[in-house]
């Protein structure tokens, strides 16, 4: 060991500082086209469905969770930035290759669920960039820092769809370049600035990061992803007496928190056009703006979340975020009596165009005269008759959606800053079963089963929850390393 110096220092925090951003931009390539993905699936490929688009999203957290222990051992017995390097050119490629996805003649549904694994895949690197900042950061340090890494992952995920509304303004045509047969539109310009920003961390990585290793007093180590340091830091006494109860019952909260979120971006596309008879563009455009306006909600509960803790302590602010997000389901439950609008398509080889709210109320029977020759191209909007609970299921009123989205931006960076670093593997499971869950369920039995279905599970956490409130207590606490 030798004592660390401040230019050493200097460029220890540099590092950890392009780790952050590399978290950040795993995140974002997962949220930056979350809002998108189902109106640009429905063009590109109309046999599918919305339970395919539960595998689409849920693709992303399958190739990270394959990918994860993959880098994880490759940056055991190679220099971190290999690993980083290599994950960040796959999904730069992965992006790509989303904006190609329209190019082929058929089976177009399973070119966008590769290119989405293998963005995934990339976002693999999140294990790499915990060990790194792990290894990194000395014992005072290290709490700080994985708590902003973990900040950083949900910032992304937030403000991912901020991105997306921006390049709506492009629309779906966009502009072409026929030399290299690249449309640039509302779909496929955010995929294209995700690949930019991969890019940018490329040469930032090559040109800042740099490895460190200190110890729990923060003397400069000289040896780098030196094996059984990290695992003989606590004597096996200690180390026997973990909660291990604990430890299980804090990864099922956090996974039905990151379920939940998981859910609620992966539905909101759908459920709008079904219920408000929203064009694609206007789905991913309001969609957008009512996102970012959470996004912005959230950054700032995440401020305020890291300084009430400190006084509440994390248990009673893990309550308070859970009841919030269940309250926000419950309030997206169906109780009207209006029924959506439905999307009447190919009666008889024909077409309608876009109802307006007076032609909402006229009987079946009239909607026949509304048919259009079968060359119209007129984009069909509402509720599509081949889910048959579009029957019989009244409409969300948009004033539901835009406060159940509130109350879940407000729980979810609530629940989201307490105990993030046991959370990876919890979290990779939740965003896989959360789309595939809520496609299949919406799809088949409608959002009245879908969305109560969440708040019993939400509930069944809040009950584990005051069974082990009184066990969640950090390791260091309970040992009296560090007071809570």
Known sequence: ??????????????????????????????????????????????????????????????????????????????????????????????????????????????????????????????????????????????????????ACQAVGFILGPVFQTCFTLIGEEGITWKLID?????????????????????????????????????????????????????DQDAEGNVDHVAVVAINFLFFVILFVFAVFETIATPLTMDMYSWTRKEAVFYNGIILSVVGIESVIVFMVVKMLSKKTGERAILHGGLLVVLVGFFILLPWGKKLPNIQWQEIKNNS??????????????????????????????????????????????????????????????????????WLTASGSGARILGPVFVSQIYTHLGPRWAFSLICGVVVVSLLLLEIVYKRLIAFSVRYGRMQE
Request: hydrophobic share 45%.
């Open 352 to 421: 309608i165009p876009r109802t307006t709210s007076t032609e909402m109320l006229m009987p079946f029977w009239s909607l026949k005269a509304l048919q259009l020759p079968s060359n119209h191209t007129v984009e069909p909007v509402g509720c599509p008759i081949t889910q048959s609970w579009c029957l019989n299921t009244p409409m969300i009123y948009l004033a539901q959606y835009i406060s159940s989205d509130i109350l879940i931006g407000l729980g979810y960076p609530v629940c989201n800053g307490v105990y993030m670093g």
């Open 182 to 234: 690249l449309q640039l539109n509302m779909y496929t310009a955010p995929v294209l600035f995700g690949a930019l920003l991969g890019v940018i961390n490329i040469i930032l990585i090559f040109a800042i990061f740099r490895e460190h290793r200190v110890d729990d007093m923060g003397r400069q180590c000289k040896s780098i992803n030196s094996e059984g340091e990290e695992s003989g830091s606590l």
């Open 1 to 150: 060991d030798v004592v660390e110096t401040q230019e050493h220092y200097k460029s220890r925090w540099r590092s950890i500082w392009i780790m952050y951003l590399t978290m950040f931009l795993s995140s974002v390539g997962f949220s930056i086209v979350i809002m998108s993905v189902w109106p640009y699936l429905q063009k590109i490929d109309p046999t599918a469905d919305a339970s395919f688009l539960g595998w689409i999203i849920a693709s992303y957290s399958i190739g990270q969770m394959v990918a994860s222990p993959l880098f994880g051992l490759w940056s055991n017995y190679r220099p971190r930035r290999e690993p980083l390097v290599v994950s960040t050119t796959i999904s730069v490629a992965a992006n790509c290759l989303y904006a190609y996805v329209h190019l082929p003649h058929s089976h177009n549904k399973y070119y966008m669920l590769t290119a989405r694994a293998l963005v995934g895949f990339g976002a693999g690197n999140v294990a790499v960039v915990r060990s790194y900042i792990a290894g990194a950061t000395s014992l005072t340090e290290r709490t700080s820092a994985m708590a902003n890494t973990s």
